[in-house]
Structures are given as structure tokens and as C-alpha cells.
């Protein structure tokens, strides 16, 4: 089937660059290093037809040295199927590229994403917050954030 | 109740309605009269302002429809100025970054005015008991009718809205002055 | 005087006016049309939009925060509350995810009834976003109809979960309860109910001359804008494109199933608006077609990983007792590992990933929701418009806060 010849071409052709493919559940997984999520994007969009973004978000590891895995999920409408890449950066300086140049959607999911973990984007200028509130101090998702530190914006009444 | 009331005009002393019965000897009979006939006017012409916000604008929606059908109490037209509203309804949850739009919102609506919390994310925060939620509107505005659920069924909006209506005819509706 | 309060501006603008004759709006985000929530703050020349800036998030209430303090069982409450006018669909696509990742097989009936519930739920949706579309801009008629239906969907839901709007119903390794007697025949009455109905707003608006001068080439957006600005469901579909992840990718019962993928022509309102109304009667005719298929067995899965055992044997067998202590207490657990599983929600692609770390608890479930993405997308299809057609541009979008802002 061509489709499945293009997915075997894509783990080949990704795989040196990437360094390891997985499947898991049905969607291939490439982790990678944060300079080449950029690259990898732009082949994935321009050569094998992944267009459509469908999801970008970070988990946070805070044992580990590189804290902050970023997940960019794509699909291919042609090809009907997905690919996960995932890129670990620390806790010192979470900044990857914004994929906002290749993708329209980068943009707000970007933008959740550093309201939720912190995470920066190079090449997106406006990283506002979009599910939070100016004036909101921290990052919720990481988990070092109590979960029921309230920051209020009215003062209640008594 | 609460202080935070704005002028009418400067040829009337500011009003203050949902104030208990004053007992005054000389013109009591006239007082309660008066009180019944407004009263039952302001409870059969609510205005309600549905600040809606979350999953309980579906009972919201089915309340206003037929077969449960707001327009029975007179309450059938939403007016979505708040200057032209007088029952603000907070249906759905209402999370921090809300907040300060339900303040202006209250704030901006003219005396008579009646707060029905819709649904228990407004009444109390519902189970989001985290950082992002408000953990009931009574923190920020007065609250005359709580109408608990996930969401509440629309028989338990018409029970709330009656309740209302029960404590809009028991209470006292100073027009003239402060006291009448 | 002046007793208002002040207090800082949630949302801060990205642009201030380019020029002198234009005019800055504030649009929401307490707004009738706005659909709960969304504040768009537009500038206008006049009556015509130049660009828009769409703030959404006040509806955020903490989901994936939640979720990561409870168990994998307990937050499907929270998981129903995403998408709130298709609830169902939220619980199955999140128990299909944490079933893949447990290597759990649903029983065949089970999958069968999750696809004529999800089905039902896509009814449902739809005749909500449709009605809530044509009512704001006047059909109060084609509302009242369309409300009545769903209520009495919500009516039969009701006597099937026990709750009208949000269920929790879906369970790991299956469902809550079995079906009643005679819901299938009450099923088939409301279908009919359906159709008459649909009919009537179909005679309303279809080829009604200001619905058409309202609604076509109003927020039209290309094929090419869709998707590179993430857009799945009747979205991208209006533009042309028949993706449907029930028919690419399918999952649950859709392989066996005979139905269509309705598409638009142009991309504007009014395909949106048609195709939703063909959608809500393609998943009519699978609902038919599954009510004649469901087979009979049962309906939760006979693993003690995840599945409850009966409550005769809980009181009788210490087995039994400790294993639906540890359900209820730690949770299913669920073995180490990550997955992404989409649905075909009715607003799109509805993806949950989900980190598991071991254990009973998740270490983070996260929502690709379809209407946070189409909000980025808005702008595109606001923008160069006029004010008026703000209000059935968004109503066509079918943002959901609660899966929105999450």
C-alpha cells in the first residue's frame, strides 16, 4: 500500500535524525533533540504530508535533568496517521521553536503551553496569557504549583 | 444588606430594597399594602440577565423552552443589558478570570435586584476546588437564591425561581423614600 | 459617587487602533452570542470588522490540574464536563484511551452501544449549535423546535443514566448500566419525533432569502486555511473535504456501518449550518441501523483490573471485597506508557493523551480539544467580515467553553 510504503520511508528517513522510533498505540513516536524539532516539522509537512497540527503540550519530569518533555502530535489527512515528537528541555532555560511559521494552529497552542508550564517559544511574539489571566504568577501544570493556590482577582467580601 | 448601592437620582434618597419590614405605627397598613402590590408586580415581571457561562446554559435553555417554560412567572424575556435586567442569573461557573466581569455586571444593574446562583459551581465552586475557579459567587456578590445541581434539573429552576418569588413578595419595596 | 469597583483587566489587547476613523469594540465575554464566554475584542471601520482579537480561557477550570489528583475511575465527571452538550462522546473517547493503554477489549455490545450513544450525542450537539445559531439571529421558531427535540432526548438519556446533560456513564472496561426495557422503542418514536421537526426548520431556513443572504459567503475560510490552522470536523468538511476520523481511522463499530460524509462547497455559514443538519441525519440513520445490530451480552468487560465485581460477591467473597476496595481506593491501574486516542467528537478531532506513570492515578490527561484550535482559527474567519455577521460566524464555529478553556 503506498500508504504504508510512505510510513516505512518516514521511519527510515526520520529515524537517523530522530534516533529512536516507537510505535505506541498506533501512532509513531520520535523523540528528538530541541534544535531539530524545527527541521523535522518542516520535512514532515513538506515531504510527507503531515498537515495538520493537531496538539502541542509538555509534561513536566521534575526529578529529571531536562524537566520539561514539549509533545508535538501531527496527522496527515492523506495518509491518515499520527506522529508524536517529543523533545526535552531543562528546567533553566525552556525554550524550543515555535512552529508557528509552518502551522497556523501553533499559535494559541503555543501560547497554552507557556501558560501552563512555562515553556517559550522562540519565533512566537505573542505568548499572552490565553487560558489564564494577566496578573496570574507561576505556572499551574508543573508540579510544583499547589493545586489550590488561588490567585484572586476580585477581593471577596466578608 | 449590602453597601454597595448606587444613587438613583439626586431627587430621591438612595433606595434600599430586600430591607425587612420597618415597623412604622402611623402608616403600616398603607406600607403593607403598597409592599403586597409591588411585590407581586416585581415577581411576576423578572428580567432575567442569564450570565451564562458553562454547562448549565443546556438546563438554562431547556428552563426556557417548552415543555418547563420560563415565560409562565413572566420571566421569559432575557434582557442582556444589565441596566435593563433585574434578576441576575449566574449559571454556570464562574472562575477567577470571570470574576471581575460579574462584579461590573452586578454592579452596573440598577436596585431592585436579586442574584440566583445557577447550578453549584456558582453556589459553591462545585467540584473544581482548584486554582482557577471561584469558589462560589457569594464571595464576590449577595446571593438570594441558590439553586444547587450538575446541572439542576429544570423543575429545580422553577423551585428556585418561586422561592424567589416567595421572598420578592415577602420582602419590603421602598419606592419613595427609604422606608415607603 | 462613582461607587464601582476597580480591579486589573484580565486580558490585555494586542493592538491598539491603526487608524483614525476605526473603532475599538469589546465584544463579550458576558454576551449573549458569544456562547458562554469568549471575549472578542474587534476593530472596526464602521460596520466592517478590520481584525479581531480573540480571548478565550475564562472558562479554564483547572481540568488537567484536577485530573491529576484523582483516579483514572474518578475524574470521568470532569471528563464529561469538556464538551458538555455531547457529553457521552467525551466519556468514551477518555475510556477508550485508558482501555487501550490497559490492553482492555470492550465487549461487543458494549461497543455497539458506545457508538449509537456517541451517535446520539452527535444529534444532540447539533441540534444545539443549530439551534442556538438560528435563534440569535431571530429564528426563535426554528429554536423552540429544535430545543423540544432535545429535550426529549435528554428525557430518554435521563432514563438511561440517570442524569439529562452531563452522564458520566462511560466506566473503564465499559458502561455504567445496561439499557432499560423499552428504550429502544422510546428511541424509535423520538427519531420520528426527530425527523418532523428537522423538517420544519429545514422548510424555515433552507432556501429562506435572508438566511441565505445572512449565512452564504459569510466566514468562508479556504481548505488550505483550515487545515493548517488545525481545523477538524464540520469545519473542515464545510470547505470540501470529507476527513472523518469515524471513516479514516475508524474505531468502535463505525467500520460496519453504511453511512456518508456530508461536505460543503464553499466554507461559509451556510454550509456549516447544512452540514450539520445532514450529519445530525446520517447519525439518525446509524442510530437506526445500530438499534437493529446491538447483540446481546454483556456490557462490562469480565476484568478485575478495571471492572467492578458484583455486589452480591463483594459482600460474600473476600476476593471480591478487595478487589473493589482497591478500584475505588487506588483506582484501575494502568501500566506505564503514553497514548493519544481521537475521537471523531461533533466538533472534531477530540484527542486525549494520556501519561501513566504506574498506578491508579494519571500523571497527566491532556484534552486536544476542537474548539480551542478553532478559536485560533476564528480570527481568520471574522476578520474583513461585518459586525453582524460576528454573531453567526461564531455560532457556526460551535466553540464549547468548557472543552475550549478546559
Known amino acids: 500500500m503506498a500508504a504504508a510504503r510512505d510510513l516505512e520511508t518516514l521511519q527510515r528517513e526520520l529515524v537517523p535524525v530522530a534516533g529512536a522510533a516507537t510505535v505506541s498505540h498506533g501512532c509513531f513516536v520520535f523523540a528528538l533533540a530541541p534544535g531539530e524539532l524545527a527541521p523535522t516539522a518542516r520535512r514532515l509537512r513538506d515531504e510527507f504530508g503531515f498537515d495538520v497540527l493537531l496538539d502541542v503540550t509538555a509534561v513536566d519530569w521534575p526529578g529529571d535533568a531536562l524537566r520539561f518533555e514539549v509533545v508535538h502530535h501531527f496527522y496527515s489527512t492523506a495518509h491518515k496517521v499520527r506522529v508524536r515528537l517529543k523533545t526535552r528541555v531543562a528546567a533553566d532555560e525552556p525554550v524550543v521553536d515555535s512552529l508557528g511559521a509552518l502551522y497556523g494552529s501553533a499559535a494559541f497552542m503555543e501560547r497554552e503551553c507557556h501558560d501552563m508550564y512555562g515553556i517559550g517559544f522562540r519565533g512566537n511574539f505573542d505568548l499572552r496569557p490565553i487560558l489564564l489571566y494577566e496578573g496570574f504568577v507561576g505556572h499551574p501544570l508543573r508540579k510544583d504549583y499547589p493545586k489550590q493556590r488561588e490567585q484572586p482577582l476580585v477581593p471577596y467580601r466578608d | 444588606m449590602d453597601a454597595r448601592t448606587i444613587p438613583i437620582a439626586p431627587l430621591l434618597p438612595a433606595a434600599a430594597a430586600n430591607t425587612p419590614r420597618v415597623k412604622d405605627a402611623a402608616f403600616e397598613y398603607l406600607t403593607t399594602r403598597k409592599d403586597e402590590l409591588i411585590g407581586w408586580a416585581r415577581k411576576f415581571s423578572l428580567f432575567p440577565y442569564p450570565f451564562v457561562t458553562a454547562c448549565c446554559a443546556m438546563e438554562f435553555m431547556a428552563v426556557s423552552a417548552s415543555p418547563y417554560d420560563t415565560d409562565r412567572f413572566g420571566a421569559a424575556l432575557p434582557r442582556f443589558s444589565p441596566r435593563q435586567a433585574d434578576l441576575l442569573m449566574v449559571v454556570g461557573t464562574v472562575t477567577h478570570k470571570q470574576a471581575p466581569v460579574l462584579l461590573k455586571v452586578w454592579e452596573q444593574m440598577c436596585e431592585p435586584k436579586w442574584v440566583m446562583a445557577f447550578g453549584v459551581c456558582a453556589s459553591s465552586g462545585g467540584f473544581y476546588q482548584n486554582y482557577a475557579a471561584l469558589q462560589g459567587i457569594d464571595k464576590i456578590i449577595p446571593v438570594d437564591v441558590y439553586v444547587p445541581g450538575c446541572p439542576p434539573r429544570p423543575e429545580m429552576v422553577i423551585d428556585g425561581i418561586m422561592q424567589l418569588q416567595d421572598k420578592i413578595a415577602r420582602s419590603s419595596h421602598p419606592v419613595v423614600t427609604d422606608t415607603f | ?406
Open chain 3, 1 to 406: 459617587m462613582d461607587t464601582l469597583t476597580s480591579f486589573p483587566n484580565p486580558v490585555r489587547s494586542i493592538f491598539e487602533a491603526t487608524r483614525d476613523d476605526s473603532v475599538i469594540v469589546n465584544i463579550g465575554p458576558s454576551h449573549p452570542a458569544t456562547h458562554g464566554t469568549v471575549q472578542i475584542i474587534a476593530e472596526l471601520d464602521g460596520e466592517r470588522v478590520l481584525r479581531t482579537d480573540v480571548h478565550c480561557g475564562y472558562l479554564h477550570r483547572g481540568f488537567e490540574k484536577e485530573c491529576e489528583d484523582h483516579t483514572w475511575h474518578n475524574l470521568i465527571p470532569y471528563v464529561d464536563r469538556l464538551n458538555y452538550v455531547s457529553a457521552l462522546v467525551n466519556d468514551f473517547a477518555y475510556c477508550d484511551a485508558v482501555e487501550q493503554l490497559m490492553g482492555v477489549e470492550i465487549t461487543p455490545r458494549c461497543r455497539y452501544l458506545r457508538t449509537l450513544l456517541s451517535e446520539y450525542s452527535r444529534v444532540v450537539d447539533h441540534l444545539t449549535c443549530v439551534a442556538a445559531g438560528l435563534m440569535e439571529m431571530g429564528a426563535m421558531t426554528a429554536f423552540l423546535y429544535l430545543v423540544m427535540v432535545r429535550d426529549f432526548m435528554y428525557e430518554h438519556l435521563a432514563a438511561l443514566t440517570g442524569a439529562r446533560v452531563t452522564y458520566s456513564y462511560g466506566r473503564i472496561g465499559g458502561l455504567a448500566r445496561d439499557l432499560p426495557d423499552g428504550w429502544l422503542v422510546r428511541l424509535e418514536e423520538i427519531l420520528v419525533q426527530y425527523e418532523e421537526f428537522v423538517g420544519r426548520v429545514h422548510a424555515l431556513v433552507d432556501r429562506n432569502r435572508i438566511f441565505i443572504d445572512r449565512l452564504r459567503d459569510v466566514g468562508t475560510i479556504t481548505t488550505a486555511d483550515a487545515l493548517s490552522l488545525g481545523c477538524t470536523g464540520p469545519i473542515l468538511r464545510s470547505t470540501g473535504v470529507p476527513r472523518d476520523l469515524r471513516k479514516d481511522t475508524p474505531y468502535l463499530a463505525y467500520a460496519e456501518l453504511d453511512f456518508d460524509i456530508p461536505v460543503g462547497i464553499k466554507g461559509d455559514n451556510y454550509d456549516r449550518y447544512f452540514v450539520r443538519m445532514r450529519e445530525m441525519d446520517e447519525s439518525v440513520y446509524m442510530i437506526r441501523q445500530l438499534a437493529q445490530m446491538l447483540p446481546e451480552g454483556p456490557i462490562n468487560v469480565d476484568d478485575r483490573r478495571c471492572t467492578f465485581p458484583e455486589k452480591t460477591l463483594v459482600y460474600s467473597q473476600i476476593e471480591s471485597l478487595i478487589n473493589h476496595f482497591k478500584l475505588v481506593m487506588d483506582g484501575p491501574s494502568v501500566p506505564p506508557g503514553e497514548i493519544y486516542c481521537a475521537h471523531e467528537a461533533p466538533n472534531g478531532e477530540l484527542g486525549f493523551y494520556l501519561v501513566s506513570t504506574g498506578g491508579g492515578t494519571p500523571y497527566k490527561v491532556h484534552v486536544r480539544s476542537p474548539s480551542f484550535v478553532h478559536m485560533g482559527a476564528a480570527s481568520r474567519m471574522l476578520d474583513g467580515g461585518q459586525l453582524a455577521d460576528i454573531v453567526p460566524t461564531f455560532g457556526s464555529i460551535n466553540m464549547i467553553g468548557g472543552e475550549c478553556d478546559r
